[in-house]
């Protein structure tokens, strides 16, 4: 299911797709490809098709490669609406609620802790973004609290994937 938003009113908010530009050293570029897809004059506070964005996510991993989604990823942390915890595993337990503060419309996706120990958990999700853009998110996410992170996809099936976030 990745990059099929779960339904065609999904919204996403300007703060995600602000990471987009981020991501890119060459700005221009950055707003071309959005505006591409439809997403001119990205704003802050204001909402646009995830299905836009998803369009444009795949043309970047067609063009530059799943890296430079794992980039654009990693970059949420800066500019999305987060709930704020004062460890991870409270974070990455509140994390569906921070994607439902990004995100409007969507039912379906969701996240869970499904294993933790004193240095790693296991969150599982259900969600329309590519594994490469969600490997980048929780590196992100977790570099709020250790330095060294490493993210990776265990589980990836139709529905399903986990992910096994150490520090």
């Known amino acids: 299911m990745e990059y099929k938003s779960f339904n065609k009113e999904v919204l996403v908010n300007g703060e995600v797709i602000s990471s987009f530009i981020k991501a890119f050293t060459q700005t221009n570029l950055a707003t071309k490809i959005l505006s591409k897809h439809g997403l001119d004059d990205i704003r802050e506070g204001k909402w646009y098709k995830q299905q836009n964005y998803f369009n444009a996510l795949k043309e970047i991993e067609n063009t530059f490669g799943s890296i430079m989604l794992t980039q654009v990823g990693s970059k949420i942390v800066k500019t999305a609406k987060l709930i704020k915890s004062d ?75 986990q992910y096994r976030v150490k520090w």
Not at 131 to 145: M, W
């Open 87 to 161: 460890n991870i595993f409270d974070f990455f337990s509140e994390i569906g609620t921070s994607y439902n503060m990004n995100h409007r419309g969507d039912d379906k996706s969701y996240y869970k802790i499904v294993e933790k120990s004193s240095n790693y958990l296991i969150l599982e999700t259900n969600n329309p973004y590519p594994d490469s853009f969600d490997r980048g998110l929780y590196t992100g996410f977790a570099q709020q609290y250790f330095d060294k992170i490493k993210v990776t996809t265990i589980l990836r099936d139709s529905e399903t994937r």
